[in-house]
T-cell receptor, first 114, second 112 residues
Framework: AQSVTQLGSHVSVSEGALVLLRCNYS??????LFWYVQYPNQGLQLLLK??????LVKGINGFEAEFKKSETSFHLTKPSAHMSDAAEYFC????????????FGKGTTLSVSS | KAGVTQTPRYLIKTRGQQVTLSCSPI?????VSWYQQTPGQGLQFLFE???????NKGNFPGRFSGRQFSNSRSEMNVSTLELGDSALYLC???????????FGPGTRLTVL
């Protein structure tokens, strides 16, 4: 069965600092990987996704993630944090080769201080 | 284009009752998925429908059921509610399989 582990339930950074949110996955088939963001009292918004092709994926709001098969990782980064980035972030893997059933990690809450 | 809408946004029920939640996908989207979000278990996949057929189902008891109508709108039903069913229920729609899923704001269910 596929699974996702997000290291660190809470990450705090200063405004302008590098953001690094860690995600490791377990999958017996080539994975489809996603990062979502959730603001308070809202649904989830897709930041970026990896399906096939280029392993460095760029998303919205300056975020990017790199798929590393050898490390089974899909870490999310942003060079310079903004106050508006404070939210909860979820890494997810799609179960199986096709289908949209997503397996989510437990989430990482990002705090940004001025 | 309107986003995914979920009704109602908030709901309070008592143990033993049943509840029906509704989801209207983005126009043209034919796939609808449901997820349960709780502080303890996080986000868990409930089921997915495509063209009125259940394509995939998560590991939830039979008290949780769903359906999809010909206009792609979907409902999920929870019977014999338990305290542990208190959660945010999220609906997501997509054009088809492996397309980006767009999430609605969720229905917050509280079971007393």
């Amino acid at each position: 069965a596929q699974s996702v582990t997000q290291l660190g339930s809470h990450v705090s950074v200063s405004e302008g600092a590098l953001v690094l949110l860690r995600c490791n996955y377990s999958s017996s088939v080539p994975p489809y990987l996603f990062w979502y963001v959730q603001y308070p009292n809202q649904g989830l918004q897709l930041l970026l996704k990896y399906t096939t092709g280029a392993t460095l994926v760029k998303g919205i709001n300056g975020f990017e993630a790199e798929f590393k098969k050898s490390e089974t990782s899909f870490h999310l980064t942003k060079p310079s944090a903004h106050m508006s980035d404070a939210a909860e972030y979820f890494c997810a893997v799609s179960e199986g080769q096709a289908g949209t059933a997503l397996i989510f990690g437990k989430g990482t809450t990002l705090s940004v201080s001025s | 284009k309107a986003g995914v809408t979920q009704t109602p946004r908030y709901l309070i029920k008592t143990r033993g009752q049943q509840v029906t939640l509704s989801c209207s996908p983005i126009s043209g989207h034919r796939s609808v998925s449901w997820y349960q979000q709780t502080p303890g278990q996080g986000l868990q996949f409930l089921f997915e429908y495509f063209s009125e057929t259940q394509r995939n189902k998560g590991n939830f008891p039979g008290r949780f059921s769903g359906r999809q109508f010909s206009n792609s709108r979907s409902e999920m039903n929870v019977s014999t509610l338990e305290l542990g069913d208190s959660a945010l229920y999220l609906c997501a729609s997509s054009l088809s399989v492996l397309n980006e899923q767009f999430f609605g704001p969720g229905t917050r269910l509280t079971v007393l």
